[in-house]
């Protein structure tokens, strides 16, 4: 039966036993009740202490309750950690997390009990931040308020502290940095070169990154069960992710963006080369051979030599100094997803059953706002005229008479 004790005209005790027989202890949490309608109503003010006594319980015995007292910002973080953001969050996410937080937030609010932070603290922090970083982003800016102000909503979320003072401290204007978009023309002209200069498996994540718009994380975990050849399609089930403490691991692609792209056929005739150069490399290597770790039986179309999954900065890397080396345009891997969405948005209204939710579903959107919040500056019949459409830019009768 609840325990519940009245400490005074509007605050409350709810007391809970446990442990084991013979080693018992009572956990105690303070209820302060402001609503007048409880306090006139003896039925409804017990009914209400009696459910927050079940909840308090079911808290314990979760091991998920954490006691209301003074608890320094770096304490809470502890409890923040395991009770929230490792069942929540990815784990590339805490790990960025913890490197700011490592090195530019504990250092600063660490020692400070939770319940004295006020906005001017957070607000110092900041401009300090600013001033220590003249050329900083203001994505970067952005991020660190982003991390103090959700561990301090989970504060607020558990009733450690009365309210979160980030809220009170104006969003850091965010600036969003502008993306490269490459022209028709200067697509083919690429196109000319990777068919020229570049190794068979950068050429055709180059080629994958422009026609398909993929992720980066989502071209890297293509393996051979992905390429649909009958169809000329690709399959999005996973993306590669690396991490410090777990190194290499597949995970949903973002959003949960499950989905299957229609390529040129083009594009698909060179994966399939690609496919079967790795294929004999595999044989050829035999024992030296080391595949995925986890799943040696994974056959990755944009591995490394030996079969590894390939270290998710290693393509832009190669792509900087392919730019460089040839004086094209420099750009980031992801403008290449830009470039494509550009181009389908462009085509809308030109090729029978594209429209904006096909864009949207093809890029793997959470939904057709984010299409449109990025790119205001389907159906599988409809994705495969997309594919059509993309071929016939890109594969002009000229680029096709001067290549194989």
């Known amino acids: 039966m609840p325990s519940i004790e009245k400490r005074g005209e509007k605050s409350f005790r709810l007391i809970v036993e446990v442990g084991t027989k013979g080693k018992r202890k009572k956990e105690r949490k303070p209820i302060r009740i402001e609503d007048p309608a409880l306090l006139k109503s003896k039925r409804k003010l017990r009914a209400y202490l009696e459910e927050e006594w079940y909840k308090f319980k079911a808290e314990i015995e979760a091991g998920a309750y954490i006691k209301p007292e003074k608890r320094t910002f770096n304490m809470f973080v502890t409890d923040w950690e395991s009770k929230y953001a490792l069942d929540h969050l990815d ?30 603290h957070i607000l110092n922090f900041l401009d300090e931040y600013k001033k220590q970083n003249e050329n900083i982003s203001s994505s970067s800016i952005h991020a660190r308020y982003r991390i103090i102000r959700d561990i301090l909503g989970k504060a607020a979320d558990w009733k450690i502290i009365k309210e979160n003072p980030a809220l009170s401290v104006k969003r850091p204007k965010q600036e969003y940095r502008e993306y490269e978009i490459y022209t028709e023309e200067e697509i083919q002209y690429i196109f000319e070169l990777l068919d020229q200069y570049a190794p068979l498996r950068n050429r055709v994540f180059i080629k994958f990154a422009f026609t398909g718009g993929f992720r980066r994380g989502e071209l890297l975990a293509i393996d051979e069960s992905d390429l649909l050849f009958d169809t000329n399609q690709v399959r999005v089930d996973e993306s590669l992710q690396y991490t410090k403490k777990h190194g290499y691991t597949f995970k949903e692609p973002k959003n949960k963006s499950f989905r299957t792209i229609a390529l040129p056929s083009e594009v698909m005739n060179e994966a399939a080369l690609l496919l079967r150069e790795t294929r004999k490399n595999r044989m050829r290597l035999g024992e030296l051979w ?36 040839h004086k094209i345009k420099p750009a980031r891997l992801h403008d290449m997803r830009h470039t494509h969405a550009t181009m389908l948005i462009n085509q809308i209204g030109k090729v029978p059953g594209l429209n904006i939710k096909a864009v949207s579903e093809r890029l793997g959107h959470a939904n057709v706002q984010t299409t449109l919040n990025i790119y205001t500056h389907s159906n599988n019949e409809a994705d495969v005229l997309v594919a059509d459409a993309i071929g016939n830019m890109l594969y002009s009768e000229h680029l096709k008479s001067g290549t194989n």
Do not use: V
Not at 110 to 115: C, I, S, T, V
């Open 290 to 325: 080391i595949g995925y770790e986890k799943d040696p039986s994974k056959l990755l179309l944009f591995g490394s030599d030996y079969g590894k999954p390939q270290y998710p900065t290693s393509p832009n890397t190669w792509w900087q100094r392919f730019t460089k080396r």
């Open 91 to 120: 784990d590339k996410t805490i790990e960025t997390y913890e490197y700011i937080m490592g090195k530019e937030i504990k250092p600063w609010f660490g020692d400070m009990y939770l319940e004295d932070i006020q906005p001017i």
